[in-house]
């Protein structure tokens, strides 16, 4: 009888809790969008207290401009899907990670570990790129969606407004952070789905070439990868391989090419770090 009931729920709620993102992919979420982004903002207010923003200035400002861009770009392409986004952007001093977010709610976080991975403002680009589109593809939400389910806390959702609300104690919180996107300060990083990841990467090509970036910078991020071997940081450990990654993007490059010839103003590749 009690699976029966928790069945009828399950179904009751994959009812309730579909959508369509803007990549045209149905997904199953429960949290309400301002309800993740509260909790991304105080992750991201937890992270500036731990993590001292760089002081070099050259680096933060090609961060920020690049980040601004990328921005209104999203504005222009997606008014509705950002409407409720408070952006903010950091470059926090850690060498030794490289890493780099988007928090439900526009909050990016860019680590200086992953700039000499970058290379250049068109590979920070496509890197920032696809964890916008994390954020924006709500993917976040899917996986605290998961974690809601499986831990038995779906009659939180619509109540809940912070993350303690959701997850009490510190390991459970450092779990929602993870899915969040944003674990590494508390040493958990949660992968993406592959179906997630390729659907980042896709989402992230489009927009650094429509915002005025050279997309061929995209594959080159993971032939930087590659090159690192099985030692790479974990952030870029999750499948697809990158040797998959590396053929998707460029097979996707002759459709970003034409947003990228479509731009009003071109960067090229850009400065380099």
Known sequence: MKKIVVLCMAVSLSLLACSTNVMGRSSFTLMPDSTLNQMGAESYADQKKQLPVSKDQRSSEIVHRVAQRLIEKCKEMYPDEVAGFEWEVNLFDDPKTPNAYAMPGGKIGIYTGILPICETEAGLAAVMGHEIGHALLRHGNERVT???????????????????????????????????????????????????????????????????????????????????????????????????????????????????????QKYGMGDRF
């Open 146 to 264: 998961t974690q809601l389910v499986t831990t038995g806390a779906v009659t939180l959702v619509g109540a809940a407004v912070s993350v303690s609300d959701v997850f009490g104690d510190e390991t459970s919180k450092a779990a929602v952070m993870g899915a969040l996107g944003a674990g590494a300060q508390y040493g958990v990083i949660l992968p993406f789905s592959r179906g997630n990841e390729s659907e980042a990467d896709e989402f992230g090509i489009v927009l650094m070439a429509a915002a005025g970036y050279d997309p061929s910078a995209a594959p080159q991020i993971w032939q930087n990868m590659k090159k690192l071997g099985e030692g790479g940081p974990e952030y870029m450990s999750t499948h697809p391989s990158h040797d998959r990654r590396i053929q998707d993007l460029e097979s996707q490059l002759p459709e970003a090419m034409k947003y990228y010839d479509r731009a009003p």
